[in-house]
């Protein structure tokens, strides 16, 4: 009921505000205020890629694209383009643990290491008995405490050398506990590449650990398996193609994924789960990709083609516009432009004021950009890089625009609703791009420039930064670089984009988790050594941070 009312106060306020408009205008807006409210709805759950909602969410953009006369642009003549998101590894539930015929529940009760060979023991074995032959216990309450005050103590690291020096002795599996009052913070980490260990190692978590310790001369029977496998969701992007038969296309994009519940812990809200709506984050620059479509369509310049895409996989780290960068169903060398769309519903109508990215990748974008009339001032942004799809053009030697209307306190939270979008600012947005494009036609193909590299994450925990650009769709061990910024440390090193990046001092690098760990370690002014894969070969880099 509360949801009803509010879309009826947001529809009484908008046919106040169109009366002053022309129909064509009015239509406009009325067509972004049903796509916000459609795609913003309960019902979608989030839009979290691989999920009901998100499937909900794309069928409503085929049907739009359809309705504005698109043509399919995607795998095997459909609109839809499907790709896979490797989210590491996942215990199966065919992993289980029996000790002393108490069945232990998996995370809570124990987890086995990422890392860890899948097998089954069945054994009977005690802490006081690490021999040739049987299944070894570990506590690491002595550890912990003589490296208290150690910085550089990487406790992976031990645990690591652990595993192999019982292997080598012939242990048929490790099991580790901790009885001690410091906190390890282990947990399970399916993103954890490592290189696999050649016995089960398995983490028995607090409540266990005490019931060890407190009888270490007594002999468990235990039972366990250990059984993993990859952790595979799916992503869909929806492409849609206007054929105006041009040398040259112009493409639009917008994500139309958001956070769901929250699951993959990228919310700002610390509550009960709760859906994230993200009506501008981005159900606002979706409803403005799909208006656009329909106005290209219908009186767009014929200079060009336009490829409409709405990608999902954003907000897990550019997954789909980087799919489709890799795998694009029309050629990038007649592509003219691309222009991006992220959180552009809440324009203020004190402020009057919108950001412009990507303004350094072209040296016409100045002149495109600028009208005798100004409805809003334009605050520029030069870098083709940013926490949105368009960076993943901007890698192809593509210039790019990035439409962004600021952030807020709503940004990743439930609070995130349609209520609070600015439709007609929305709505001036819409009508300003289609201007540019115009604009745009009367110019030769757009000259590419690089620009300066920022970073494309929006929840950074650390104090220093190497200065890359992560590839977060990278699957294997360590951290690929995707880019690398003129000027900053991994530069100065020597490190390119391509490399892998294994090691950084002490640290071994297996994940994005285990790079932001190491990189929290160091503060501005240290030295260290970094070591990447580079092909078949292993360099190593002295790194001032």
Known sequence: MKSFFLLLLTLISISVSAQKLNKQDKLSLQNITAHVTFLADDKLEGRRTGTKGEELAYQYIVEQFQKNGLLPKGDNGSFLQQ?????????????FFILDEEHLKAEKDFFVFSWSVNGTVEAASSPNLNESGNVWFWDLKDLLQENESNPHFDLMNAIRSKEKDAAKKGATALLIYNSGTKETMLKYDGKDRSTLSTIPVVYLQKR???????????????KFKADQGEKIRKGTNVVGYIDNSASTTIIIGAHFDHLG??????SRYTGEPAIHNGADDNASGTAALIELSRLLKKEGTKTFNYLVIAFSGEELGLYGS?????HPTVSFSDVNYMVNMDMVGRYSDSAKAITIGGVGTSPAWGTLLNEKKPVFTIK??????????????????????????????????????YDKINFMGELIIVKYISRVIERSSKQPKLAFTKTKEQQTTTSARFTVSMGIMPDYTFSGSGVKVDGVSDGRAAQKAGIKTGDVVIKLGDFAITSMESYMQALAKFKKGDATKVKVKRGNDELEFDITF
């Open 261 to 266: 519940y929250g699951e993959d812990h990228n």
């Open 208 to 222: 266990i650990a005490d019931k060890i310790a407190a009888d270490p001369a007594h002999t468990f029977d235990l």
């Open 322 to 326: 980087k799919y489709y960068t890799d």
């Open 83 to 95: 790709f896979e998101i490797n989210e590491g590894k996942q215990m199966l539930p065919t992993t």
């Open 380 to 417: 520029v942004d030069s870098s083709g890089t940013g926490p949105s799809d368009h960076t993943s053009f901007y890698r192809k030697d593509i210039p790019v625009l990035f439409f962004f209307t600021g952030l807020h306190n709503d940004y990743h939270k439930p609070s995130d609703d």
